[in-house]
T-cell receptor, first 111, second 108 residues
Framework: DTAVSQTPKYLVTQMGNDKSIKCEQN?????MYWYKQDSKKFLKIMFS???????INETVPNRFSPKSPDKAHLNLHINSLELGDSAVYFC??????????FGPGTRLTVL | QQPVQSPQAVILREGEDAVINCSSS?????VHWYRQKHGEAPVFLMI?????EQKGHEKISASFNEKKQQSSLYLTASQLSYSGTYFC?????????FGKGTRLHILP
């Protein structure tokens, strides 16, 4: 039933570790996104994929690497986690530039 | 360029009306509006496309003035369920740039 799902919902880890967040959408959309929402609630786009191709790559440290195995999945791998990476990460999907549907978010806490 | 939203925060009593504004220094092709409740994901409300149209969603409607490069969201006879942070987003080369949000708190 779920439209856009993410796992895990919570992630608590130590500085320097590597972690991944997974996202899946069953809406048949062709575009998927990763957003970062910081403590001030600012929602900033990180990456966007259209039919498995990277189309947006904002100024994000290259410790962040997205991967889209197919158009229904978009994963985010983060290497060498830093304190500043603590945030809520949202996955979203859309058909073209129409409405974006967001996943429930992954709250990442780096200690 | 990030759109500017005003006001930053609003406190209303149930039944009162509110207007949230969103303006951009760049030409606008479309404006998206989303609402995010505390601890939840943003939820799509509506898109307004070039043409100055007004759209509605229950008692929430919006207008888009492309000449003035701004959009306004109107919440009529607000309900407790309207509480949350409202974000406008403007389209910029294949991506949406979101404003900083307007926090709306409805009191019973």
């Amino acid at each position: 039933d779920t439209a856009v799902s993410q796992t895990p919902k919570y992630l608590v880890t130590q500085m320097g570790n590597d972690k991944s967040i997974k996202c899946e959408q069953n809406l048949g959309h062709d575009t998927m996104y990763w957003y970062k929402q910081d403590s001030k609630k600012f929602l900033k786009i990180m990456f966007s994929y259209n039919n498995k191709e990277l189309i947006i790559n904002e100024t994000v440290p290259n410790r962040f690497s997205p991967k889209s195995p197919d158009k229904a999945h978009l994963n985010l791998h983060i290497n060498s986690l830093e304190l500043g990476d603590s945030a809520v990460y949202f996955c979203a999907s859309s058909q073209g530039q129409l409405a974006q549907f967001f996943g429930p978010g992954t709250r990442l806490t780096v200690l | 360029q990030q759109p500017v939203q005003s006001p930053q925060a609003v406190i209303l009593r149930e039944g009162e009306d509110a207007v949230i504004n969103c303006s951009s220094s760049k030409a606008l092709y479309s404006v998206h509006w989303y609402r995010q409740k505390h601890g939840e994901a943003p939820v799509f409300l509506m898109i307004l496309l070039k043409g100055g149209e007004q759209k509605g969603h229950e008692k929430i409607s919006a207008s888009f003035n492309e000449k003035k490069q701004q959009s306004s969201l109107y919440l009529t006879a607000s309900q407790l369920s309207y509480s949350g942070t409202y974000f406008c987003g403007t389209e910029n080369t294949d991506k949406i740039i979101f404003g900083k949000g307007t926090r709306l708190h409805i009191l019973p």
